[in-house]
Nanobody
Framework: EVQLQASGGGLVQAGGFLRLSCAAS????????IGWFRQAPGKEREPVSC????????YYAESVKGRFTISSDNAKNTVYLQMNSLKPEDTAVYYC????????????????????WGQGTLVTVSS
């Protein structure tokens, strides 16, 4: 069974940084894609960034491009999300999730319909 454990959230001032970690286990197949999603109060969950295990292909939401960087440490089965220049609008619960297969354009649908999800970690950015 695939299990995901997100950590690293916290309270930070605007302009600051945080690094989220997603420890993954239980993968008996390759490739797979791990993604970070977030949900702010009163808003729908949205994708933030994804990375494919097979080729390292990545996705970034427009709102985080140039500020967030996703990376993976395959030896530790951990995916990181480095978040720099944080803004108050980045405040949300951040979730990591996984799907089988490489990153494709319909990834959001695939995560919604068949993804494994970890618990969230709260990121609060104060102004």
């Amino acid at each position: 069974e695939v299990q995901l454990q997100a950590s690293g959230g916290g309270l930070v001032q605007a302009g600051g940084f945080l690094r989220l970690s997603c420890a993954a286990s239980g993968f008996t197949f390759e490739p797979y894609t791990i993604g970070w999603f977030r949900q702010a109060p009163g808003k729908e969950r949205e994708p933030v960034s994804c990375i494919s295990s097979s080729d390292g292909r990545t996705y970034y939401a427009e709102s985080v491009k140039g500020r967030f960087t996703i990376s993976s440490d395959n030896a530790k089965n951990t995916v990181y999300l480095q978040m720099n220049s944080l803004k108050p609008e980045d405040t949300a619960v951040y979730y990591c999730a996984a799907i089988g297969g490489s990153l494709t354009t319909d990834f959001k649908w695939r995560f919604d319909k068949g993804g494994w999800w970890g618990q969230g970690t709260l990121v609060t950015v104060s102004s």
